[in-house]
C-alpha cells in the first residue's frame, strides 16, 4: 500500500472529555470528520486507529474501517505508528478526528509533500491576527527558505524588534509566520521510528511533538493553506463548527476568518 490516511481517536480528552462521541446535529464528531475526508479524499485508504469497542462499533456500523490499538498511548503518533504495523503503507497521512472541515486539497498537499525528500510533512496558515500571535494554543511556525520547518513553538515567534515585541501584521506576511495546523504526513519507517524515539528537551517544554524531530536532525516540510479548519478541543469550538454548517460551508472548503 502506498498511501493510507490513518485517524487516530481515543475517547479521553482533558478539555472535552469524550469529545468525538459529542453530536452537532445528531451526528458524532467522529462520524463528521470520517464523511468529510471520505468525501473530500476519496482516493486514499481510510483507517481509523481506535482505542474502545465503543469507537470501533460507531464507525464500523457507518461502514468504516478501524484498527484497535493499545489503549494506553500517551499520543495519537504513538497510535497511528501501531496501526500501520499492520497496514505497512509507504506514506501514512494522519488527520485528527475532531477536524472535520480538513479538505481535500489539504490531504493532497500532505501527500505531494511527503513523497520528497524529508521525514514528515505538516501545514501552516499565514498569520493575520495580533490575537493569535500571543495566544499560546496557536502554534507559531517559521520556516527556511526551502520550506522545511526550522521551530514551531506557543510563544510569539519572531520577535519584531523594530515594532518593540508588537505584532507586525507586514512583517508576518514577508517571513512568512505561520499558525500550525495539526495535519501530518510521514514516511512510513520514518513513523515507526518516530514512535520510539525518547521525547527531547524542547517537546517536553513546549509539550510539541514536532520538535522531537527537529532536535534529532530531521526535516517537516511545510505546506501553507488558506482553506478552513477547525479543530474541536472544546464545546465552544463544536458550536462554531454548528454555526459553520448553518451557514452553508460544510461541503466546500473556504478562507480562514479571524
Excluded at 45 to 62: H, M, Q, S
Excluded at 120 to 137: I, K, V
Amino acid at each position: 500500500m502506498k498511501f493510507a490516511i490513518i485517524v487516530p481517536a481515543r475517547l479521553a480528552s482533558t478539555r472535552f472529555p469524550q469529545k468525538l462521541l459529542h453530536e452537532v446535529r445528531g451526528k458524532p464528531v467522529i462520524l463528521w470528520t470520517a464523511a468529510r475526508i471520505r468525501a473530500e479524499a476519496p482516493e486514499f485508504p481510510l483507517y481509523f486507529a481506535v482505542d474502545t469497542k465503543i469507537l470501533r462499533d460507531l464507525l464500523e456500523n457507518a461502514g468504516y474501517q478501524t484498527i484497535i490499538t493499545d489503549p494506553t498511548h500517551a499520543c495519537g503518533t504513538d497510535r497511528i505508528a501501531e496501526a500501520n504495523r499492520s497496514l505497512q503503507a509507504e506514506y501514512v497521512i494522519n488527520v485528527q478526528g475532531d477536524e472535520p472541515t480538513v479538505t481535500g486539497e489539504q490531504i493532497r498537499q500532505l501527500a505531494a509533500l511527503i513523497e520528497g525528500d524529508v521525514a514528515m510533512a505538516t501545514l501552516g496558515t499565514p498569520l493575520r491576527a495580533e490575537a493569535d500571535y500571543f495566544n499560546p494554543n496557536h502554534v507559531k511556525l517559521v520556516c527556511d527558505a526551502k520550506g522545511h520547518a526550522i521551530y514551531f513553538s506557543r510563544a510569539p515567534i519572531p520577535y519584531f524588534r523594530d515594532s518593540s515585541g508588537a505584532f507586525n501584521a507586514a512583517a508576518a506576511a514577508q517571513c512568512p509566520v505561520l499558525i500550525h495546523l495539526g495535519l501530518y504526513a510521514y514516511q512510513g519507517d520514518f513513523l515507526e521510528a518516530f514512535s520510539k524515539m525518547p521525547q527531547g528537551k524542547l517537546e517536553d517544554l513546549e509539550k510539541l511533538e514536532m520538535l522531537r524531530v527537529l532536535e534529532r536532525g530531521h526535516r517537516i516540510a511545510v505546506g501553507i493553506s488558506d482553506d478552513f479548519l477547525i479543530e474541536i478541543d472544546t464545546l465552544q469550538q463544536a458550536h462554531e463548527f454548528e454555526e459553520f454548517l448553518k451557514d452553508g460551508r460544510g461541503d466546500r472548503p473556504v478562507a480562514p476568518t479571524q
